[in-house]
């Protein structure tokens, strides 16, 4: 009852290419394409970047650990002295 049956879809299908016509048509789903395959290329270039960012900060704790421990070391041997 509130269902779109298959003959109904080819009718609007049928209607929708006598208001647009074909070269129109092709040209929007070209265009939609095009979208979507920059969204993905987005999408992934925003998840390389995250990744890369998470490295940085990884190597930079890493050497403020260092850091941290020698200047602990030099402050126990001057104390020692």
């Known amino acids: 009852m509130g269902g779109i049956s298959v003959t109904q879809l ?4 049928v209607i929708i290419l006598l208001l647009f ?3 129109k048509l092709r040209n929007v ?3 939609l394409g ?3 395959k920059g ?6 270039d925003e998840t390389k970047d995250t990744k ?4 940085v900060l990884e190597e930079t704790n890493a050497v403020k650990t ?6 602990t070391e030099t ?3 001057k104390e020692q002295a």
Request: net charge positive; charged share 35%.
């Open 21 to 23: 016509g074909t070269k």
């Open 10 to 13: 080819i009718i609007i299908a």
């Open 52 to 55: 890369a960012e998470n490295k």
């Open 29 to 31: 789903g070209g265009d």
């Open 75 to 77: 402050k126990k041997d």
């Open 39 to 44: 969204f993905k290329k987005a999408m992934s």
């Open 66 to 71: 260092a850091v941290t421990k020698e200047a």
């Open 34 to 36: 095009a979208a979507v």
